[in-house]
């Protein structure tokens, strides 16, 4: 049995496949934010050191994208989990 998830609007279909791929994509996207972050971070720093205010807020910027990211893979995560506690609980009837 497929189970379709919803993924809201994206430039994907409306309906995605839950599958292996995408949780290693998901975990492949979770550590590009997680790098974001830091690099956001490591640019606040460097803002703020040398007085340039436009470096450090592009780092805090960079550091709410990051945080937007790992927000909606979160939600990606949980309707994945849910899905998969479905497609188990229909395997077992």
């Known amino acids: 049995m497929t189970i379709l998830i919803p993924l809201g609007l ?3 279909p409306a309906f995605h496949l839950s599958s ?8 492949e996207d979770k550590i590009g ?3 974001d972050e830091l690099g956001g971070k490591a640019k606040e720093a460097a803002g703020a050191l040398t ?5 450090e807020n592009e780092g805090k910027a960079d550091q709410a994208k990051a945080g ?17 506690k479905v497609k188990n609980a229909l395997k077992k009837d």
């Open 51 to 55: 007085g340039n205010e436009n470096l």
């Open 20 to 27: 292996e791929k995408e949780k290693s994509m998901s975990a």
């Open 10 to 12: 994206s430039h994907r």
């Open 68 to 84: 937007i990211r790992k927000a909606a893979e979160d939600v990606k995560d949980a309707f994945g989990d849910a899905a998969d």
């Open 33 to 35: 934010a997680k790098a």
